[in-house]
């Protein structure tokens, strides 16, 4: 009777702690499921146009999740000129690089790239002397980084889009990775900005001073969009702009607060995985050795990177 009533405690902390990481667990799963959804959607309209539908129902999902949790924090001033270059930075610039580079390569491709984000975001950190890494964390992000070098310059992954493939392959990877280094940099620069606003209310008034610019993008394109499956369409846009951006980032946040984000951040590791089986599976892409290789290097380098001491400050 003891020792059963003594692992009552323990039982009940085990299915608390599978509770706690449920969210980031879903998380990993949207994101790595939403690299190919997105890249079937861009075969049926022009990635401006699906860009800014996408982001305007995202708009609308964060704006309600927004102000559910309204309720439960206090009022807080926002800074409206440091918001606006904030959001055409991150929800702008980064947005067109991503579609723009994602309609060029493989979802494989663009999953495996996509990886390195917590790559850039460390070197981001060092520059801006917020951490400083030490001689283990630097050979992680340096096999990181060959892997994400390796996939850059890699080939084609046997899309059934041979469209894809050859010089303009390697401009969407590129274009990725751009994008990546672009949003690693907004993160990093977005802490002093979360110091004040609130994280699902900053992205919220993010996407919607970036929308006015994606409209312009997309409106010479405007009533040439004839899709052939107009239902996977649909679903794409849903799915990319509601469950992706909406959704998954208030389960982010939740998942944050309550196992915090270096535990939160493993989970990040799935999405490649994840968006690899799918794009092999719905797509038909399949990944070349090289590619796997390089692959496997970015997640084992930032799988065995250890945390970086904080930079003493001046």
Same mark, same amino acid.
């Given at each position: 009777?003891?020792?059963?009533?003594?692992?009552?405690?323990?039982?009940?902390?085990?299915?608390?702690?599978?509770?706690?990481?449920?969210?980031?667990?879903?998380?990993?799963?949207? +994101?790595?499921?939403?690299?190919?959804?997105?890249?079937?959607?861009?075969?049926?309209?022009?990635?401006?146009?699906?860009?800014?539908?996408?982001?305007?129902?995202?708009?609308?999902?964060?704006?309600?999740?927004?102000?559910?949790?309204?309720?439960?924090?206090?009022?807080?001033?926002?800074? +409206?000129?440091?918001?606006?270059?904030?959001?055409?930075?991150?929800?702008?610039?980064?947005?067109?690089?991503?579609?723009?580079?994602?309609?060029?390569?493989?979802?494989?491709?663009?999953?495996?790239?996509?990886?390195?984000?917590?790559? +850039?975001?460390?070197?981001?950190?060092?520059?801006?002397?917020?951490?400083?890494?030490?001689?283990?964390?630097?050979?992680?992000?340096?096999?990181?980084?060959?892997?994400?070098?390796?996939?850059?310059?890699?080939?084609?992954?046997?899309?059934?889009?041979?469209?894809?493939?050859?010089?303009?392959?390697?401009?969407?990877?590129?274009?990725?990775?751009?994008?990546?280094?672009?949003?690693?940099?907004?993160?990093?620069?977005?802490?002093?900005?979360?110091?004040?606003?609130?994280?699902?209310?900053?992205?919220?008034?993010?996407?919607?001073?970036?929308?006015?610019?994606?409209?312009?993008?997309?409106?010479?394109?405007?009533?040439?969009?004839?899709?052939?499956?107009?239902?996977?369409?649909?679903?794409?846009?849903?799915?990319?702009?509601?469950?992706?951006?909406?959704?998954?980032?208030?389960?982010?946040?939740?998942?944050?607060?309550?196992?915090?984000?270096?535990?939160?951040?493993?989970?990040?590791?799935?999405?490649?995985?994840?968006?690899?089986?799918?794009?092999?599976?719905?797509?038909?892409?399949?990944?070349?050795?090289?590619?796997?290789?390089?692959?496997?290097?970015?997640?084992?380098?930032?799988?065995?990177?250890?945390?970086?001491?904080?930079?003493?400050?001046?």
């Amino acid at each position: 009777m003891t020792l059963r009533h003594a692992t009552r405690p323990q039982r009940s902390r085990t299915l608390l702690n599978r509770h706690a990481v449920l969210p980031a667990f879903l998380v990993a799963i949207i +994101w790595g499921i939403n690299v190919p959804v997105m890249k079937a959607g861009l075969s049926e309209m022009h990635p401006f146009l699906f860009n800014a539908v996408r982001l305007s129902l995202s708009a609308v999902a964060l704006g309600i999740i927004d102000r559910v949790e309204r309720g439960n924090r206090p009022k807080t001033k926002v800074a +409206w000129t440091t918001v606006l270059w904030y959001g055409l930075l991150s929800s702008l610039f980064y947005q067109v690089l991503f579609l723009w580079g994602m309609n060029a390569t493989t979802a494989s491709n663009t999953a495996l790239i996509v990886a390195s984000g917590p790559l +850039w975001a460390a070197i981001f950190s060092a520059l801006y002397r917020l951490e400083k890494p030490t001689a283990g964390s630097s050979v992680s992000l340096a096999i990181a980084l060959a892997g994400t070098l390796l996939v850059t310059a890699s080939g084609s992954m046997g899309a059934k889009d041979a469209a894809s493939a050859g010089p303009n392959e390697l401009w969407g990877n590129l274009a990725i990775l751009a994008s990546m280094m672009t949003f690693a940099w907004t993160t990093v620069i977005s802490k002093p900005i979360l110091e004040v606003v609130p994280a699902t209310r900053l992205a919220f008034l993010s996407v919607l001073v970036s929308l006015p610019g994606h409209w312009i993008l997309a409106t010479p394109v405007l009533g040439f969009t004839e899709p052939d499956r107009p239902g996977l369409l649909g679903f794409s846009l849903f799915y990319s702009g509601v469950l992706s951006t909406g959704v998954a980032y208030a389960l982010w946040n939740r998942s944050v607060r309550t196992i915090g984000p270096a535990r939160t951040a493993t989970f990040s590791y799935l999405v490649p995985v994840v968006a690899l089986a799918v794009a092999w599976w719905f797509l038909d892409e399949n990944p070349t050795r090289l590619q796997m290789i390089g692959g496997a290097l970015v997640i084992l380098g930032l799988a065995s990177r250890r945390r970086p001491r904080p930079a003493n400050p001046d």
